[in-house]
């Protein structure tokens, strides 16, 4: 049985994490996106670091299911490919800089004239107007400017820090797979498609506004400084290790005592509700951290479930994924590439009962089905020779089975 969104067709032109990793995910879950490329070099992601047979790891996890075609979009003859692909496409998908499609004829109203039901979708990094909408942007100016630098310090007085993950990438291409598959349901009772926007600044603002903005929820209440709030700190040394213990309701306290053998704690006047466990939390905070240098992890974890009290080691990224409950979500899969050997990765985290995923082909040569997918578009073997010689089109040095091969040529 095929993946849910088996027979709709992306062409995806969005390269870097946020756009490919969005595509990823309509990908496994059935979709044929077609990944346009420049000839000469692609998909940035594909030149990092952290490489093996001429194939970066994050190009591998943000890209595998899909094809690609490698079009110059600086020639007349690579944008009519692009044309002709989104004449049967049901998604189009890009991250240029705001007006870059428009003045390369790819704009919204340009391919809406094409084809009317294409669900149209751009992404951009600070927003479409306002200062800052042309700038260039990264991950960093992302967490700087909305604000998630302060949230990971604790406090507006604390020095800012960035979260160690591109967070502001990876929440937006969740936020673009969503949106697609709302405009296609939408679409699927218009029949019209539609252009959808988002960026990562706004991403990120709706993500922290769930937990992070309570302080700027009611109008003329706002909170002028942020002070730490508890969550920030629950990671706490042990005598061999680290653990996290979560306290956030008075009965946990009462088991964190018990656990602890401080039956003081529960006469502490400071500590007799949730309301005082959160007003006086420096205070249960530090005496958390205190107590739980006495015993090692393992002991701290026995002891805690059997008062009820919720915790889990802290683990690196190897341990993680040999944990026995990350092993029995199956999250972590491994499977072969062609090129670049055999390789672990995480499936797609949704699994449906009736229409499952599948790992159908790892992230494809630059290139790699060029000729294929301008056939599928109608061109002629004859158009197709023409297209490559004269630089339109591209595709790897070295053919071979799809997936495979070096840069184009």
Known sequence: MPGPLDGFRVVDLTTMVSGPLGSMILADQGADVVKV?????????????????????????????????????????????????????DVFLQNFRPGVTDRLGLGYEDLRAINPRLVYVSIAGFGFEGPFAGKPVFDPLIQSL?????????????????????????????????AVCAALLARSRSGEGQHVRLSMLDTVLAFLWSSD???????????????????????????????????????????????????EWTEDPRFQDSESLDRHKHARLELTQEVLRERTTAEWIDRLEAAGVPCAPVLTRREAIRHPQVQANGIVFENDH????????????????????????????????????????????????????????????RAGPQGTGEDAA
Not at 44 to 50: D, E, F, K, P, S
Not at 59 to 87: H, M, Q, W, Y
Not at 146 to 151: A, D, I, Q, Y
Request: aromatic share 6%; glycine share 10%; hydrophobic share 35%.
């Open 213 to 263: 903005m309570g302080g700027h929820t009611f109008v003329g209440d706002e909170m002028e400084k942020e002070a730490a709030q508890s969550w920030i700190d629950l990671i706490y040394e042990t005598k061999d290790g680290y653990i996290s213990v979560a306290v956030m309701r008075h009965k946990e306290w009462l088991g964190l005592a018990e656990a602890a053998e401080r039956p």
């Open 37 to 89: 490329e420049m000839p000469r070099g692609g998909d940035h992601t594909r030149q990092v670091a952290t490489r093996r047979n001429g194939y970066s790891a994050s190009f591998l996890n943000n890209n595998r299911n899909k094809r690609s075609i490698a079009l110059d979009l600086k020639t007349p003859d690579g944008l009519e490919a692009v044309k002709r692909l989104v004449r049967e496409a």
């Open 146 to 178: 909305s604000g998630l630098t302060t949230v990971q310090a604790g406090s507006d007085e604390d020095r800012p820090r960035l979260v160690r993950t591109i967070l502001p990438d990876k929440l937006t291409g969740f936020a673009m797979s969503q």
């Open 338 to 397: 062609p090129a670049a050997g055999r390789l672990r990765q995480a499936r797609n985290p949704a699994q449906f009962s009736a229409t499952p995923n599948e790992h159908r082909f790892g992230a494809p040569a630059l290139g790699g089905q060029t000729r294929e997918i301008l056939a599928e578009a109608g061109y002629s073997p004859a158009e197709i020779e023409a297209l490559i010689e004269a630089g339109a089109a591209a595709e790897p040095k």
